[in-house]
């Protein structure tokens, strides 16, 4: 019988593409979710995408309670722990996702201790801010955020206190080559379900011309499928094990993804500004959009990501962020 994966989230948009890639490698997959509707549709997409759902089974789960984690893990051979909490209106306490974020890992890793190894979703943002960093900042694999820098909207804080707390966990079992987290950049791509991530709810809002022009941020950009690859070849790699794998590629600002979407998508895009909305008047406009005040921090720095080392390990190689950008507007427009 094919070993079986505990999938976290994996109604959400990178939870559902590591679900395809598990069942296109001949895994059987355990999903969570958080209502029997959300599995029906995740069923229904996945089928859709040409996978036998028949090889995927569902289980209700919340990252808040105990309730559900210890059967969800029985009998597991791989956790990808995925799901954490990502609104794109933030609330205004910084510490606000953090007990979800934090405490919800740590319910998956104490049920999965059968489990031979625990791949979790971090992110980039758990290695890139701090204050004095320069203008170019190259991220490494050995970089982590200072999640007290008073700048840091509450989901940079909760991912950073949740892969510090994961590390912690392990670490004090003498267990922390169980363990590889994937920190993702920027997450475009084609979504298999309805439940889209910020990262594209950002380009849906480009193509309404919610503002005016684009703010001065720029993003490492990573393919949601060649994300979901990395993920997987992260539980099998002997290479990975204790190990936090950058996955992104070229760095894109959001004007460079507008004028993308301006070229390819004319159909589309009508409403999409390209000009440049000055750091000043971003910084004003955070006072009053909550949306706006997520990438105060991104302000000044152009990140870009070390992952050489993710694709020697992994196997897997980058597309490019144009190709991306593309696909999540296509995406949309279906």
């Known amino acids: 019988m094919s070993q ?19 069942l296109r490698a001949g895994y059987r997959v355990r999903g969570t979710v958080r209502s029997r ?3 029906e549709q995740t069923a229904a997409a996945l089928s859709s995408a040409g996978l036998d759902a028949s090889a995927i089974e569902f289980v209700e789960a919340d990252l808040t309670h105990d309730a559900g984690w210890r059967e969800a893990a029985s009998g597991v051979d791989f956790v990808q722990h995925i799901a954490s909490p990502f609104p794109i209106r933030q609330p205004r306490d910084r510490e606000a ?4 974020a934090r405490e919800g890992a740590l319910r998956v ?17 758990a290695m890139m801010y701090r204050a004095g960093r320069p203008a170019r900042l190259h991220v490494t694999e050995q970089d982590w955020t200072d999640p007290e820098w008073n700048v840091l909207s509450p989901y940079i804080v909760s991912k950073t206190r949740a892969e510090r707390a994961a590390w912690e966990e392990l670490k004090a079992e003498g267990a922390a080559d169980r363990l590889v987290t994937v920190n993702p950049g920027f997450v475009l791509g084609p979504a298999l379900t309805r439940d889209t991530n910020t990262s594209l709810q950002v380009i849906e809002m480009m193509l309404k011309g919610a503002y005016p ?8 950009v990573v393919d949601v499928r060649d994300l979901a690859d990395v993920h997987v070849a992260a539980m099998t790699a002997p290479e990975a094990a204790g190990r936090r794998l950058i996955a992104a590629g070229e760095t894109l600002s959001m004007q460079d993804m507008a004028r993308i979407l301006k070229q390819e998508m004319p159909a589309q895009s009508g409403k999409v500004p390209t000009g440049a909305l000055p750091a000043f008047a971003v910084r004003m406009l955070a006072n009053f959009d909550p949306a706006v005040r997520t990438i105060l921090a991104d302000l000044g720095t152009v990140p870009i990501a070390e ?10 190689r980058f597309r490019g962020a144009r190709e991306s950008v593309i696909a999540t507007a296509q995406s949309l427009a279906a």
Do not use: D, N, W
């Open 307 to 316: 992952a050489g080392y993710t694709s020697a390990i992994t196997g897997v």
């Open 213 to 220: 022009a684009m703010p001065p941020v720029f993003f490492p």
């Open 37 to 39: 509707a959300k599995a």
């Open 97 to 100: 996702l953090t007990p979800a």
């Open 109 to 125: 890793i104490r049920a999965s201790g059968a489990a031979k190894r625990i791949v979790m979703t971090s992110s980039m943002v």
């Open 4 to 22: 079986l994966v505990l999938v976290t989230g994996v109604s959400g948009f990178i939870g559902a593409h590591v679900a395809a890639s598990l």
